[in-house]
């Protein structure tokens, strides 16, 4: 999830009651909401080390106090004043879990259980970024402003009230969102797991989130292909608009691939891979004896929009000539 709808999420909780734990409560709160994403530092070592370091260790069960903790020393040495330790942490812990189960709600998810297990978990309901839930926080954030106004005009003296009403509403209205949005998907997998596609059944379905509650994405896996479109469960389902993608054989080229670091790297995150395999064009029109091999995930793209991918150049003999990865492509 975006950080802006963790900091939110972490200023509703000091308003409903919980930054009174301690001075400062709502800095801790905030920060904390945030704390699992200081793995973004990752992102200055290249693609490859941010695929394999964000959402790794720091958005995990058994890094989350410390992550607290980090938050409430950063708090301490910026704030220059005493902070009653112990609520303090506990306050924290609150909003790094909030961070985690916000993360848990979109595709990307997260591997709760490093560093025992490298296992992702991912509820596929709502995308990174959210216009629905940004508007959740626009009214729990603007609504005690516009409350204090019209008071003021009319000669009442407000001291913050109202504001752990909103922040308390707000909070609800964000849990009954992704409530509705996990039954909306459960149908939408349903829906595309109930069909054959070229005659297969699906080895497995799934539906990946848009801006839109009542449109998914469904793609389901088949024993040669994937088959992928939309989902709008407010219309007829049709089969015949599925487009179909077709796995590449595990040929001596793949396996080349498969063997370099941008592909193992890769693997470890990808839930949908789809591999390609096609001749590489060295000049336009010209095709030498060499291969292009790529992985996608489904998840963030297709062969038409290729989103996350790792791609490799294998020559004739099977020899890896370059390889590399990339990010990109729908976010969700």
Same mark, same amino acid.
């Given at each position: *999830?975006?950080?802006?709808?963790?900091?939110?999420?972490?200023?509703? /909780?000091?308003?409903?009651? +919980?930054? !009174?734990?301690?001075? &400062?409560?709502?800095?801790?709160? *905030?920060l904390a909401?945030?704390?699992?994403?200081?793995?973004?530092?990752?992102?200055?070592?290249?693609? #490859? %080390?941010?695929?394999?370091?964000?959402r790794h260790i720091?958005?995990? /069960? +058994?890094? *989350?106090?410390? *992550?607290?903790?980090?938050?409430?020393?950063?708090?301490r040495v910026l704030g220059r004043q005493p902070l009653r330790w112990w609520p303090a942490w506990l306050i924290a812990m609150l909003g790094v879990a909030s961070h985690l189960l916000l993360d848990l709600t979109n595709v990307y998810g997260v591997r709760l259980l490093l560093p025992f297990s490298g296992r992702w978990f991912h509820w596929d309901i709502t995308p990174v970024i959210d216009l629905t839930i940004w508007a959740?926080?626009?009214?729990?954030? @603007?609504? $005690?402003?516009?409350?204090?106004?019209?008071?003021?005009?009319?000669?009442?003296?407000?001291?913050?009230?109202?504001n752990a009403g909103w922040a308390v509403t707000a909070l609800f209205l964000l849990a009954a969102y992704d409530y509705g949005r996990s039954v909306l998907h459960n149908r939408a997998v349903a829906i595309v797991d109930a069909h054959r596609y070229n005659g297969l059944t699906p080895r497995r379905s799934g539906a990946f989130p848009t801006v839109n509650p009542l449109v998914w994405?469904?793609?389901?896996?088949?024993?040669?292909? !994937?088959?992928?479109?939309?989902?709008?469960?407010?219309?007829?389902?049709?089969?015949?608009?599925m487009s %179909? +993608? !077709? =796995? @590449?054989?595990r040929t001596p080229a793949v396996e080349a691939a498969l063997r370099t670091p941008a592909f193992q790297k890769f693997l470890t995150f990808v839930q949908y891979p789809l591999w390609l395999s096609e001749p590489?064009?060295?000049?336009p029109g010209i095709a030498a004896?060499? %291969?292009?091999? &790529?992985? /996608?995930?489904?998840? +963030?793209?297709? $062969?038409?929009?290729?989103?996350? @991918?790792?791609?490799? #150049?294998?020559?004739? =003999?099977?020899?890896? #000539?370059?390889?590399s990865f990339r990010l990109g492509g729908r976010l969700r």
């Open positions: *999830m975006d950080n802006l709808t963790h900091s939110v999420v972490g200023l509703f /909780l000091a308003r409903a009651g +919980f930054k !009174y734990a301690t001075p &400062r409560g709502t800095a801790v709160l *905030m909401a945030n704390a699992p994403d200081f793995d973004v530092v990752s992102w200055l070592g290249g693609n #490859l %080390t941010y695929i394999e370091w964000h720091t958005h995990s /069960l +058994f890094a *989350m106090p410390l *992550m607290a903790l980090l938050a409430v020393a950063i708090i959740i926080a626009l009214l729990g954030i @603007a609504a $005690p402003a516009l409350g204090r106004l019209v008071g003021s005009e009319i000669g009442e003296k407000h001291k913050g009230a109202g994405t469904g793609t389901a896996e088949l024993s040669n292909a !994937y088959v992928q479109g939309d989902v709008d469960l407010r219309a007829n389902f049709h089969t015949g608009d %179909t +993608f !077709y =796995k @590449a054989e590489a064009l060295i000049q004896r060499r %291969t292009r091999v &790529r992985l /996608l995930d489904l998840r +963030f793209g297709n $062969p038409r929009e290729p989103g996350f @991918a790792a791609t490799a #150049l294998i020559d004739e =003999k099977n020899q890896v #000539l370059e390889s």
